[in-house]
């Protein structure tokens, strides 16, 4: 069974940048997709990105396309978020996941392991 642990949360103010890592022990997530979710408050959690086994493929939420980053360190098993023009509704629990699949997924249904997440609150 694996594990996923969420770091790098925190407070920022509008236009700065975080960077969220994803640490995975017990099992190797090398050959699985892997995604980043949020959920803010009183709101459904929603996809951010998700990226294949290899890291060559990403995809973004339309909300987050050109400021935040996907990637991953097979070899560290580690996947990263990098969050840069940060706005105030970006403030959320940021989740990572394994997908079930090796090309990851937009679609929450399909990711089986989650992280406790990562609280990240941006200020104007």
């Known amino acids: 069974q694996v594990q996923l642990v969420e770091s790098g949360g925190g407070l920022v103010q509008a236009g700065g940048s975080l960077k969220l890592s994803c640490a995975a022990s017990g099992r190797s997530t090398s050959n699985y997709g892997m995604g980043w979710f949020r959920q803010a408050p009183g709101k459904e959690r929603e996809f951010v990105a998700t990226?294949?086994?290899?890291?060559?493929?990403?995809y973004y939420a339309d909300s987050v396309k050109g400021r935040f980053t996907i990637s991953r360190d097979n070899a560290k098993n580690t996947v990263y978020l990098q969050m840069n023009s940060l706005k105030p509704e970006d403030t959320a629990v940021y989740y990572c996941a394994r997908s079930i699949i090796s090309s990851g997924s937009r679609n929450g249904s399909e990711y089986n392991a989650w992280g406790q997440g990562t609280q990240v609150t941006v200020s104007l």
């Open positions: 990226i294949t086994w290899r890291g060559d493929i990403t």
